[in-house]
């Protein structure tokens, strides 16, 4: 009898340690199980039975199911186990015989395998609606199809199709199936290449701000010196006023930086240019909040005990208020994935996804994460531009979401951490009680294991990348960490602001690093020398450059005069408006266009006092108006002269036709024709165009989105 429904276990996580793999349906033979492990590249491996993996049972009874024991010990991979039996009926009923009712029960139950196999199997095939038309789908012949893509004629049958001929589709899918490489294709979906998008962890932060006025922060500003490693950095110190276990974790959103209340009643806000800030009270009672995240117009509140998810807007600091039903303690940090804010959950046993557009919440995974990890799991995500990362807090695991198919993947982790960042390449767990940095390449699955020499308590709270180093956000630790990530080199910077949860977080501004104060009175700005001489991400929106490439970097477009969305380029049309063209004068606007000419300031300059009219006017090629200097041949005849005008011309003999002798008299006018340039002998052949310039190198010019 068979009373399982399925003929497939799994898909397992493969942690490191694990080599067993329970089953609960029935096989007739060890040959039935068929094992596959898929790695951390979705690479599909089939194992090998003997060689790889042996199956056991108790008393070998495997009517109810049994164990795959793999003889390796996998990681970053998961294992799914199938039944496979052939397809094959070996029984011979003789008649008149004693019916055999085991056979025939063990006949039957391999029709029902059988069945629940091509039911798994027709489960994975393309099927068409219940509802649908009846309609041949037989596919062309192998001949017919090669190098051709799957498409579907007027009627719905299948065809091999080469090009977009004779298949219906929109303009839109007509320009996109004409690309020919991946990189066309992106520029006419008007996305970016993966490698494109790991970048815009910084690039995100833009939007429409406005100044406002706050409290000032005391501290005498300091220089931090290190004297082994001879470095230094600009130390500022603020006093916020807000109590023990004020803060916990912050944003920049590319005006401003703002710090989480964790036990404090006010969000806080900074202006980086003047060290003012800004309170603005949530009413959400003490530790309300753990973290957050800036989804490019909002600023995102985790919340921990507060029962509401909280928007604020950052150009008012207002907040709304989403009611969630997950319990207390409930999240540590958020993540915005460019479309969905992602819920990194603590004792929560849901990872939420927020719709940024409605607020609401939902449970795509559906996985109970408490149940499955731990009671307090995680303490920190990060986005790599592909993949959502929970920091291991009790979890055991370092877990990768895929946002697009919400499956999650397990890898192994030991110790505690509080806090993960993302470089561009590696991944970077802070350690909490770990006494080692842990540092996984994403791509490679590879780790390393970096010591920090503390010993005792919890040594981090989160950190950030600042475009060059890591800097780790001391808790129970005395100094602040500089970490590069290029050779794991450390420098150490004694804050002197006690040892006991001192931090909660860091975050880079562009210029300056600030460490988000738990327990110390103050924030602190580090400003380290390297910003001092270069900003990456300090360019404002708007701003107009050179550039040599062939292809615009991430974060610009080429000024070639395109009509570009004013909802999609929303920061860059709130600055330049229609000033370059209104577009299509409803959702477009006009990109400026300085192919083939140069750029001139703005104004009218106020030592020479010419003018360069107002931003977007376009003045065509001119020459200045002006006299030339005539000379001439003097006639002889009769004492009757005449001027004959050569311009610039200084022949080396005179003309050899003499006016008459009453060529004055007559107003006569001699023929003659002067050739289109000529050399003054030291300064070369003039250079003649159709334009009047100077000498130049063409380059492209890209504006800051």
Request: aromatic share 12%; with cysteine; net charge negative.
């Amino acid at each position: 009898m068979i009373t399982s429904e399925s003929n497939k276990a799994g898909p397992y996580t493969c942690d490191g340690v694990t080599t067993e793999f329970p089953f609960s349906f029935p096989i007739f033979a060890k040959t039935d199980i068929r094992v596959f492990l898929l790695d951390i590249d979705n690479k599909e491996t089939e194992l090998d039975y003997i060689t790889d993996f042996i199956v056991t049972a108790e008393n070998d009874d495997f009517t109810t199911g049994g164990t795959v024991t793999t003889l390796a010990v996998y990681d970053d991979s998961t294992l799914t186990i199938l039944r496979d039996v052939d397809i094959t009926q070996e029984s011979d009923y003789v008649e008149n015989e004693t019916f055999p009712a085991d056979t025939f029960e063990r006949d039957r139950d391999k029709l029902v395998m059988m069945v629940q196999q091509l039911v798994e199997l027709t489960s994975r095939m393309l099927r068409t609606a219940i509802t649908d038309e009846a309609v041949s789908l037989e596919l062309p012949r192998v001949a017919d199809r090669i190098s051709r893509f799957l498409a579907f004629d007027a009627t719905g049958k299948p065809i091999a199709a080469k090009t977009i001929t004779g298949v219906p589709v929109t303009g839109f899918m007509e320009s996109l199936l004409d690309d020919e490489t991946a990189e066309a294709g992106r520029e006419t979906l008007e996305v970016y290449s993966q490698s494109e998008v790991k970048q815009l962890r910084y690039l995100r932060h833009k939007g429409r701000y406005q100044n406002y006025a706050g409290n000032n922060g005391t501290g005498q500003g300091a220089e931090i010196f290190n004297k082994t490693t001879d470095v230094s950095a600009t130390w500022d110190q603020y006093a916020h006023g807000k109590g023990d276990y004020a803060f916990k974790g912050g944003v920049y959103d590319g005006k401003y930086v703002w710090m989480f209340p964790a036990y404090s009643d006010d969000l806080i806000r900074i202006n980086p240019a003047t060290g003012t800030f800004e309170s603005f009270a949530h009413g959400k009672g003490d530790y309300a909040y753990y973290g957050g995240c800036f989804d490019g117009t909002y600023i995102w509140m985790a919340p921990f005990n507060g029962d509401s998810v909280t928007r604020v807007d950052p150009e008012d600091g207002s907040m709304t208020h989403y009611a969630h039903s997950y319990g207390t303690a409930a999240f540590a940090g958020a993540v915005f994935d460019g479309r969905y804010v992602w819920l990194i959950p603590e004792e929560s046993n849901t990872l939420v996804r927020l719709d940024p557009e409605d607020g609401s919440m939902s449970d795509p995974t559906g996985v109970a994460i408490s149940t499955v990890y731990a009671a307090i799991a995680f303490n920190g995500g990060c986005f790599d531009g592909e993949y959502i990362w929970m920091c291991p807090f009790d979890a055991g695991y370092l877990v990768k979401l895929n946002p697009v198919t919400n499956i999650l993947t397990n890898y192994y982790v030991s110790g505690r951490y509080e806090g993960i960042v993302f470089d561009g390449t590696y991944l970077w767990l802070f350690p909490a009680t770990a006494r080692y940095i842990l540092k996984i390449n994403k791509e490679t699955g590879s780790k390393s294991y970096i010591p920090t020499g503390e010993v005792s308590g919890y040594s981090f709270s989160y950190g950030c990348f600042d475009g060059i180093s890591l800097w780790l956000a001391p808790n129970d630790c005395s100094t602040i960490f500089k970490l590069n990530p290029k050779d794991n080199s450390i420098v150490k910077f004694s804050h002197g602001l006690g040892a006991t949860g001192a931090f909660a977080g860091a975050i880079f501004d562009g210029e300056s690093v600030w460490m988000v104060p738990f327990q110390s009175d103050d924030i602190v700005r580090i400003r380290p020398p390297e910003f001092g001489k270069q900003s990456i991400l300090l360019i404002p929106v708007g701003a107009v450059i050179q550039y040599g490439g062939a292809v615009a970097p991430l974060g610009y477009l080429f000024c070639d005069g395109s009509a570009v969305n004013r909802t999609t380029y929303a920061n860059l049309f709130s600055v330049i408006s229609t000033t370059f063209g209104a577009g299509n004068g409803s959702t477009t606007f006009n990109l400026p266009d300085f192919r083939g000419i140069f750029p001139r300031g703005a104004g009218t300059n106020g030592t020479l006092g010419s003018g360069g009219g107002s931003v977007g006017d376009y003045q065509a090629h001119a020459f200045q108006g002006h006299k030339h200097r005539q000379g001439g041949w003097i006639g002889n005849s009769g004492g009757d002269h005449v001027s004959i005008p050569w311009g610039s011309y200084a022949p080396s003999s005179y003309p050899s036709n003499e006016p008459s002798s009453n060529a004055a008299e007559n107003n006569e006018v001699l023929p003659y024709t002067s050739p289109a340039s000529y050399s003054d002998g030291t300064n070369g052949t003039p250079k003649t165009a159709s334009e009047t310039r100077p000498a130049n190198l063409s380059i492209n010019f890209i504006i800051k989105i």
